[in-house]
């Protein structure tokens, strides 16, 4: 069937608005998927960047921690007072609780060659209990790592200190000015040990803007942390603080605007679908009133033209089906006699006794006036045609009661068979009005064919009585 323009304007919702709206969804929402992942990869980035400060941050404070212990046992006072003939009272206003205020170093032990610890500052304040007491998880390592470095070596590292992870860096006192090494084979060493404790982390935090740095104790993974080692690689040690979150700063301003604007196009999408359907039932409603006779409620002529073209496919060939022509005998009688409310009430019921007497495969028109018309889709089956029109005809024939009127009329029906009596609409229609004009010349209340399709020896038709 050609499209009515119902489905003219589905198709146009359905294959052009709704894609374009949907492809615009598409692009909206990818739009946001691409901030969330752009936003992802940016707080990755600098996460990773974050992670990558906080293992520099160790490695420079070894570094410096190393420096400063070097030039401390790099000098001949330090030498003398502290190795060749010890003084604890040089050692306390040299090394001792000054060295926290100045560098951050929380403990400083003098281990002589045979590994005895002869001075030991904590916390401000002299400690009698010896190095190895106090330090472990590879301080022991890193002395022996110094011992097979050289006379000279300096070595640091991350250990424990008191249970709390520590860096530590150790260098041998030697003489700065004196060619003479008189202690190269035996050295003392000083240790110089920074707590990682909250003090230092949050003096560390704000140099390396990594916000409130702190030992992590549980063993959950972090995305802010970062895992160091001590220098015996037992245990593990995992620094952690709040990470910077670039992209969800920028989702914070991008997301807003972006989901107002899906909500948006959301609504214009329910707001035009509503629309849509809303015109949608109110075009099928106009085509439908458009399409039926107002009185009977049979579809009309345009239908049925619709119907024959529909009958023709995309190849060429036409489906077979027959048109049934008919027209009610007596009825101008009954409106003249008995007025056109009769005359109306006599259609309807007509139409009503049409539709109960119809097959399964027919279907029923109003053409206008007292003219019928039912197309019937089969296969040029001549008896079950003939059948259909002498049952129209019984039915139609048969007394009708309207209000206090006995009425009684009849029906004559011309029919043509498509294809062999006609390819076109307009051909077949012509061929069974031809028909029908000859059977209420010839013979009221007969099923008339076109000659094409069945002839008898006098005039080429088919005529069954009532």
Request: hydrophobic residues 45%; proline residues 5%; negative net charge.
């Amino acid at each position: 069937m050609p499209n009515s323009i119902s489905q003219t304007y589905r198709k146009v919702v359905t294959r052009v608005t709704l894609p374009i709206m949907g492809i615009v969804g598409l692009m909206i929402c990818a739009v946001i998927a691409m901030a969330i992942f752009v936003a992802h990869r940016q707080t990755e980035d600098a996460l990773e960047r974050q992670r990558e400060l906080a293992r520099g941050m160790i490695d420079i404070r070894l570094a410096e921690l190393s420096k400063i212990v070097d030039d401390y046992a790099h000098w001949d006072d330090a030498l003398n007072n502290l190795a060749i003939r010890p003084d604890p009272a040089w050692a306390d206003d040299n090394i001792g609780p000054t060295m926290q205020a100045r560098y951050g170093v929380d403990t400083t032990f003098v281990i002589d060659p045979a590994g005895r610890t002869t001075y030991g500052m904590t916390n401000g304040a002299r400690s009698i209990q010896p190095a190895d007491r106090i330090m472990s998880s590879g301080f022991d390592g890193i002395l022996l790592k110094r011992a097979s470095g050289g006379p000279d070596a300096v070595v640091s590292g991350l250990v424990l200190a008191n249970g709390r992870p520590a860096l530590v860096a150790v260098a041998p006192l030697r003489s700065y000015d004196n060619p003479v090494d008189e202690t190269r084979d035996r050295r003392s060493i000083l240790a110089f040990v920074d707590l990682l404790d909250d003090e230092q982390l949050n003096h560390l935090s704000g140099i390396y803007r990594l916000p409130d740095l702190h030992i992590e104790s549980g063993g959950t993974d972090l995305p802010a942390s970062v895992v160091v080692t001590t220098s015996d690689g037992k245990v593990p040690v995992r620094l952690a603080w709040t990470g910077d979150d670039p992209g969800g700063r920028l989702l914070s301003k991008l997301l807003p605007p972006l989901l107002v604007l899906l909500a948006a196009f959301a609504g214009l999408i329910c707001f035009v679908l509503r629309q849509a359907t809303l015109l949608l039932k109110d075009l099928r409603r106009t085509e439908e009133r458009a399409s039926r006779d107002p009185l009977t409620s049979l579809l009309n002529r345009s239908v049925l033209m619709r119907h024959l073209d529909a009958m023709t496919r995309t190849d060429g060939k036409v489906e077979p089906h027959s048109l049934l022509y008919l027209d009610l005998d007596g009825f101008k009688a009954v409106n003249d006699t008995f007025g056109h409310e009769v005359g109306d009430a006599v259609l309807c019921e007509a139409t009503r006794r049409i539709g109960a007497a119809l097959p399964k495969n027919a279907t029923a028109y109003r053409l206008g006036g007292d003219e019928f018309a039912v197309l019937m889709f089969c296969d040029n089956d001549i008896p079950a045609i003939r059948s259909a029109g002498a049952r129209i005809i019984v039915a139609l024939s048969t007394p009708m009661v309207i209000g206090d009127h006995l009425v009684r009329v009849g029906a004559t029906i011309g029919i043509a068979i498509a294809p062999q009596d006609g390819a076109s609409p307009v051909e077949l229609i012509r061929h069974a009005d031809e028909a029908l004009y000859i059977g209420k010349r010839e013979r009221k209340g007969s099923v008339r064919f076109y000659m094409g399709s069945v002839a008898d020896d006098r005039s080429g038709m088919v005529a069954t009585k009532n």
